[in-house]
Nanobody
Framework: VQVVESGGASVQPGGSLRLSCAATGFTFANYVMSWYRQAPGKEREKVATITNTGIVPDYPDSVKGRFTISRHRTMSKIYLQMNSLKPEDTAVYYC?????????WGQGTQVTVSS
């Protein structure tokens, strides 16, 4: 199984970015994919989750109303649309795949929000 993120960049406060994550190498129908982030010196934080059927649990307050997770309808690929970015959103963003009780992580993609 391989999980690969892309789309990280440097952006000014108030800007937008869209991250992508593709998971390959598995064929099970039921899975859950999530975005996490980790800033320097901080614990990893879950920011969004989506199931293979498109169910999205609530977002944490830190990103609610600004971040939106979505999925490709036919592929195990997800996106994270990030709007109104703030300096505190600066972090490495990781994609996680959960399937059959196992977790698979991508290598992470850096998002930097700075003027």
């Amino acid at each position: 199984v391989q999980v690969v993120e892309s789309g990280g960049a440097s952006v000014q406060p108030g800007g937008s970015l869209r991250l992508s994550c593709a998971a390959t190498g598995f064929t099970f129908a039921n899975y859950v994919m999530s975005w996490y982030r980790q800033a320097p010196g901080k614990e990893r934080e879950k920011v969004a989750t989506i199931t293979n059927t498109g169910i999205v649990p609530d977002y944490p307050d830190s990103v609610k109303g600004r971040f939106t997770i979505s999925r490709h309808r036919t592929m195990s690929k997800i996106y994270l649309q990030m709007n109104s970015l703030k300096p505190e959103d600066t972090a490495v963003y990781y994609c996680q795949l959960r399937v059959l009780g196992r977790e698979f992580w991508g290598q992470g993609t850096q998002v930097t929000v700075s003027s």
